[in-house]
């Protein structure tokens, strides 16, 4: 229990300090050394608890709902204050509507189940929360030091405001484990409104109006999702005595009262992991800082959106609140994946696929089998940390040559080898063999097709066909040599190469490790949330056939780098006229000099956001409206 209390509340004692120190030296250290004893208080957590049952622990809460309130209350004040100020009228009463629903649940609930309930519960899908929150998000803290540093250095304009930036990270970090740790959907929802708020906060830092504006889109979008986690719990606790999440994952006689509370609880989820038609605040967060970037994208904020889809994932299961997240899931897959062929600025296509690949996790949820189940858990693994890589490299990448489209990247790997590297290892994370997410993305295809769901099947087969375009133009992008190129001075500082470095090697580790974390942690989650005594779903030989294409990506970064760096592999590039002799210009038909530039197809006219975004936006609407309706008229 003490690991547990140290995890929520030493962030928060953090995030106090740090809004004290001045002195960026200080600031530095402080921050170092939290995240050091974060970690190890992380792992201390994952070796006591992996081996043991699954563990309850009951607070007398009574004081700590009251100050649970207390704290609401000031936040809905702070963000009615703000919304006023902004003219974010209808923001401020959806806020003040979440305080006020909250408020009745504790006016009215029964005291005495509060004093009993069990408000902290400890599993494997804990552990891994934690571990993947402490870790990435640590290295992405870290790493943020010496990024804004030059953020500020480089945008002279942007007020320096690093006390709060990192206050607010710190407090994000002791929301993620409240909400991973918690088992009293109370604490639950409280700990996911202090998310809510902090990224508000984190995008809206620069305090431009393009900031401001998607800051706001951001807090519409989980306010909506808050609404709808609070009735849901307010339905719970009064309708059929429910205040455990726990218990409500147990729960075998679903009516429609029920199912209606669920579908709002997956509403708040969907929100929250930028699913359609809520996706739009996660591509405007792209204007904030990288690590804020990072953060949301990898180890906090969507994660605990399909962090709660698992964990309902068993009441899920063979109802109409389990179509709608699985069909709501499959088609962000596609329509992101789709979408993302189109995109040139990198962390745009990070944005798409973090949402492509949330939603297969989502749809994997909302199948609720224990395949599904076990390929969401190892997608949710391999894209913390994988996308976490590529945002960090992306964002270090930007610094030094100025920019963050693809296009410019061209022949990265002769310009600046390290960071082309680290890129090669985030991309190969994310689609090839034997990393985690190709793997997930098998176990899923196989748990649909066993589902009969054959419109994800499709949704899956199309959008996994994108997903192999857009990495592998992007690769391209980094491995192509059009004449010789001059190596540029790398400025990546020591604390954000430690962060790269970091997250580079757990990449690396889990392709060999997976089948431990599998057997340690994924499949005993699994056997006891669906009662089973034995889960088999990799046989030896392709397990054999995984390793020697490990061995295959591990050799391959590096010997790209050593056939590019030959001077006698560059020939002359036809380029439709006469070469000028250095692979950079070239004389046209008509005798004229004209520069060389090679440039990848994005077919803007088929697959551009503004073509399909809102056709996805639109789809996913009609069938939230349409499940909805026909919840509604059960409970009626």
């Known amino acids: 229990m003490g690991k547990v209390s140290f995890l929520i509340i030493f962030p928060i004692i953090i995030s106090l300090i ?59 004040l702070y963000i009615i204050s703000l919304c006023t100020k902004y003219k974010k009228i209808f923001i401020g009463l959806l806020s003040l509507v979440q305080w006020i629903i909250m408020l009745c649940i504790e006016v009215s609930c029964d005291k005495t189940k509060l004093i009993l309930d069990h408000h902290i519960f400890i599993d494997k899908l804990s552990i891994i929360m934690v571990l993947i929150i402490a870790i990435v998000g640590g290295s992405i803290c870290i790493y943020a030091i010496s990024y804004m540093e030059d953020f500020h250095r480089l945008k002279k304009e942007v007020k320096d405001r690093r006390r709060t930036f990192f206050a607010n990270i710190f407090i994000f970090f002791s929301g993620m484990f409240g909400i991973v740790l918690s088992n009293d959907l109370i604490w639950i929802y409280f700990f996911w409104e202090v998310t809510t708020l902090c990224s508000f906060l984190l ?89 804020t970037s990072a953060l949301l994208h990898s180890s906090t904020m969507v994660k605990a959106g399909v962090y709660l889809l698992i964990r309902i994932s068993p009441v899920l299961s063979g109802n ?32 798409y696929s973090t949402m492509s690949n949330l939603g297969l996790i989502v749809a994997c949820a909302g199948i609720g089998t224990y395949e599904s189940i076990w390929a969401a858990i190892l997608l949710l693994i391999f894209h913390s940390v994988s996308k976490s890589l590529m945002f960090l490299s992306v964002g270090a990448t930007e610094h030094i040559i100025g920019s963050r489209d693809i296009e410019d990247m061209h022949g990265l790997i002769i310009r600046l080898p390290e960071m082309a590297l680290m890129m090669a290892i985030g991309i190969a994370g994310m689609f090839l063999a034997p990393f ?15 589902s009969r769901h054959v419109i994800i099947v499709l949704a899956l087969a199309y959008g996994s066909a994108a997903t192999l375009f857009y990495w592998t133009k992007w690769l391209g992008k980094l491995t192509a040599i059009r004449h010789k190129w001059e190596r540029q001075k790398c400025t990546v500082k020591r604390c954000e190469w430690e962060a790269l470095i970091l997250q580079a090697i757990i990449t ?35 397990q054999t056939l995984l390793t020697i294409m490990l061995g295959v990506i591990i050799i391959l970064p590096f010997g790209m780098r050593f056939f590019t760096s030959r001077g006698e592999n560059i020939v002359p590039v036809y380029m439709s006229g006469i070469n000028s002799g250095d692979d950079k210009n070239f004389y046209s038909a008509y005798g004229e000099k004209k520069n060389m530039y090679l440039s990848s197809w994005y077919m803007e006219n088929i697959f551009g956001e503004k073509k399909l975004l809102p056709i996805g936006i639109y789809i996913s609407l009609i069938l939230i409206i349409g499940f909805f309706t026909y919840t509604i008229g059960g409970v009626l």
């Open 320 to 351: 109409i609140s389990g179509e709608m997240v699985t069909l709501v899931g499959g088609l962000t897959f596609l329509v992101m994946s789709l979408i993302a062929i189109s995109q040139s600025d990198a962390k745009k296509i990070l944005a």
């Open 436 to 450: 985690g997410m190709l793997i997930s993305k098998w176990a899923a295809l196989k748990a649909f097709v066993d």
């Open 508 to 542: 690396i580790s889990l392709c060999v490790l997976y089948p431990i974390v599998s057997k340690v942690l994924i499949i005993p989650f699994i056997s006891e949330m669906f009662n089973i005594t034995e889960v088999n779903l990799i046989s030896n030989i392709n």
């Open 203 to 291: 995008i809206g830092y620069t305090q431009t109006k393009e900031a401001i504006n998607n800051s706001f889109i951001a807090l519409l979008m989980n306010s909506i999702g808050g609404v709808c986690f609070a009735i849901a719990v307010a339905i719970l606790i009064k309708q059929f005595n429910i205040y455990e999440l726990k218990t409500l994952s147990n729960t075998v006689d679903i009516n429609s009262n029920l199912i209606l509370s669920i579908s709002l609880i997956a509403i708040a989820a969907l929100s929250k992991a930028a699913q359609l038609p809520f996706s739009k605040w996660l591509l405007g967060a792209m204007v904030a800082p990288t690590p």
């Open 18 to 76: 740090l809004l004290i120190i001045k002195k960026e030296k200080y600031r530095s250290i402080l921050i170092k050394v939290s995240i050091i004893l974060i970690g190890i208080c992380s792992i201390l957590f994952a070796f006591q608890y992996y081996n043991n049952p699954d563990k309850f622990y009951f607070i007398n809460s009574q004081r700590v709902n009251y100050l649970i309130l207390f704290i609401e209350a000031l936040m809905t």
